[in-house]
């Protein structure tokens, strides 16, 4: 029991001064308070009692007055590296498997539980629910952000659940699935090219997609760890609204995904980033398996985790002289703009003039990275023109962009975009080129020496197009070879699963020679 004499004298009336008051669970709704020979109940609200609680007295609390669920406090080094400062024994014993955040043997799970805390702590959301499958016992594990004397804490609380059902479902319970695909699904379910290749960082869902709305068939373990789900079948008939995704983002997925998609092979590659996943950037390689059904493997690259060790190998020079569609550029500056985010000295702090190499050849494209706490919009004339907006603020993807256009008096017309990123904030692309120029080549590139294109393009550029050769060539190696093996038109419901697993079969086989 906790004696609160001292405390509550400085805010009860004078005739309640010298009252014993217990608390026997700060949790309980109600304080007991004794006066011989009488005995009186008052409200208790612990939301007022909490505002007010230093970090010290959160701590003490939480020592003394153990709530009936599994709880631990979590904080952060000045380096941002969250460790436990205190642990119950409830959730010593309940969440041992998760706590240790040490060596490259992580599970998914452990993963996924230091992942959210992460989250959490950044403040990209207040409170997380995940559930996870510890040592057989399913649990609910709860993730609440907190701050005391300035200082960010997460608070872990966490209780076992009913068991969960088999990961085996049968067919009966796949509300909408066709029952050609049982075999598929629960082979991507439990993992087995996963297994057989033993890479835990591929994902792999099956898909039934029309524009705006995607259901999901079947997604691996990996794939339901980064979702926030302890077992794939939890999302098995879970479609992007009950997933919170925003409709007009899946209706830009499904276009990418159609404009890429190769109408023979029934196969496309392509890379992108989602506003649910900010920082993360996606490569993925699409099967069309029956008409509007995707099997997708995909991998995932996080901008915002920096690398501490020594620089990557050197990655392939650019071949030839590349040259870029509007589509493809827009992709390498956003790749650009998120590698300046860590390498800042790339970035202008001056607005530039455009020179004369520029305006006197059309086909050359003058583009830099501004950095300033103002921003680059209004220009005015800094660049020596004074430029009309053709429009208000454009959102493509991630990409926000603003468009201007100008009339030289040689009868010449430029135009100018502005684009920048909401989550890598004081940075802006400014690209200059002439009217009639829809495309970007590597060879005609300029801007300040600060850029430094050629270090830039083979840097980020080349990285990530080594990435996409290498999905482009599961697709020409793998997808390609099964098409040789079985004739398209045979390819009925009954056919879909061996089909699919021949498809499987030649990934296990070349990578595995690896």
Same mark, same amino acid.
């Given at each position: 029991m906790i004696h609160l004499t001292r405390w509550y004298s400085s805010v009860l009336p004078l005739q309640w001064r010298g009252i014993v008051l217990y608390i026997r669970n700060p949790l309980y709704t109600a304080v007991t308070v004794q006066k011989n020979p009488l005995l009186l109940s008052i409200p208790y609200r612990p939301p007022v009692f909490m505002a007010t &609680?230093?970090?010290?007295?959160?701590?003490?609390?939480?020592?003394?007055? @153990?709530? +009936?669920?599994?709880?631990?406090?979590?904080?952060?080094?000045?380096?941002?590296?969250?460790?436990?400062?205190?642990?119950?024994?409830?959730?010593?014993?309940?969440?041992?498997?998760?706590? !240790?955040?040490?060596?490259?043997?992580?599970n998914e799970d452990v993963r996924s539980f230091w992942k959210t805390i992460e989250t959490v702590g950044r403040g990209e959301t207040e409170r997380e629910e995940v559930k996870f499958q510890v040592s057989g016992s399913p649990l609910s594990v709860k993730f609440r952000q907190t701050r005391a004397n300035g200082e960010t804490t997460v608070i872990v609380t966490a209780r076992k659940t009913k068991r969960a059902q088999s990961q085996m479902i049968p067919s009966s319970n796949r509300? /909408?699935?066709?029952?050609?695909?049982? /075999?598929?699904?629960?082979?991507? #379910?439990?993992?087995?090219?996963?297994?057989?290749?033993?890479? !835990?960082?591929?994902?792999?869902?099956?898909?039934?997609?029309?524009?705006?709305?995607?259901?999901?068939f079947a997604v691996s373990p990996s794939f339901a760890h980064l979702l926030h789900y302890s077992q794939p079948h939890e999302l098995r008939g879970m479609n992007t609204t009950d997933l919170s995704c925003p409709t007009a983002e899946s209706g830009i997925i499904f276009d990418q995904i159609s404009s890429n998609m190769n109408p023979d092979t029934k196969t496309a590659t392509l890379s992108t980033s989602l506003h649910h996943f900010p920082g993360i950037f996606f490569f993925f390689a699409i099967r069309e398996i029956t008409p509007g059904v995707n099997l997708?493997?995909?991998?995932?690259?996080?901008?915002?985790?920096?690398?501490?060790?020594?620089?990557? @190998?050197?990655?392939?020079?650019? +071949?030839?002289? @590349?040259?870029?569609?509007?589509? #493809?550029?827009?992709?390498?500056?956003?790749?650009?703009?998120?590698?300046?985010?860590?390498? &800042?000295?790339?970035?202008?702090?001056?607005?530039?003039?455009?020179?004369?190499?520029?305006?006197?050849?059309?086909?050359?494209?003058?583009?830099?990275?501004?950095t300033g706490e103002r921003g680059f919009l209004p220009s005015g004339n800094s660049d020596g023109y004074i430029w009309r907006s053709s429009c208000g603020i454009v959102s493509g993807g991630s990409m926000k962009k603003k468009y201007h256009y100008v009339d030289l008096p040689d009868g010449k017309k430029l135009r100018r975009r502005?684009?920048?990123?909401?989550?890598?904030? !004081?940075?802006?692309?400014?690209?200059?080129?002439?009217? !009639?120029?829809?495309?970007?080549?590597?060879?005609?590139?300029?801007?300040?020496?600060?850029?430094?294109?050629?270090?830039?393009?083979?840097?980020?550029?080349?990285?990530?197009?080594?990435?996409?050769?290498?999905?482009?060539?599961?697709?020409?190696?793998?997808?390609?070879?099964?098409?040789?093996?079985?004739?398209?038109?045979?390819?009925?419901?009954?056919?879909?699963?061996?089909?699919?697993?021949?498809?499987?079969?030649?990934?296990?086989?070349?990578? /595995?020679?690896?």
């Open positions: &609680r230093s970090l010290r007295d959160l701590s003490l609390s939480f020592r003394i007055a @153990p709530a +009936p669920k599994a709880m631990m406090i979590v904080r952060f080094s000045k380096e941002g590296q969250p460790f436990v400062s205190l642990v119950d024994d409830m959730a010593k014993s309940i969440l041992s498997p998760l706590l !240790d955040n040490s060596g490259s043997g992580r509300s /909408g699935i066709p029952m050609e695909l049982n /075999g598929l699904i629960n082979a991507i #379910e439990q993992d087995v090219i996963g297994k057989i290749l033993g890479i !835990d960082q591929m994902f792999l869902g099956l898909f039934e997609a029309v524009r705006g709305r995607y259901s999901i997708s493997l995909f991998i995932a690259h996080d901008h915002n985790r920096h690398s501490m060790g020594p620089p990557p @190998p050197a990655v392939p020079a650019l +071949p030839g002289n @590349p040259v870029w569609r509007r589509s #493809e550029w827009d992709e390498v500056l956003e790749n650009c703009l998120h590698y300046i985010h860590f390498n &800042r000295h790339h970035a202008s702090h001056s607005k530039m003039t455009l020179p004369k190499e520029f305006l006197e050849d059309s086909k050359r494209v003058y583009c830099y990275v501004y502005v684009m920048w990123l909401e989550q890598v904030k !004081d940075l802006y692309i400014v690209e200059y080129r002439h009217h !009639d120029n829809n495309y970007t080549a590597a060879d005609l590139l300029l801007g300040p020496d600060c850029m430094d294109w050629d270090r830039l393009l083979h840097r980020v550029h080349a990285a990530n197009q080594h990435l996409n050769n290498s999905l482009a060539s599961i697709q020409s190696g793998h997808f390609n070879r099964a098409e040789t093996r079985v004739n398209q038109s045979e390819i009925g419901s009954e056919n879909v699963v061996s089909y699919v697993n021949d498809i499987l079969t030649n990934w296990a086989t070349e990578y /595995g020679r690896q």
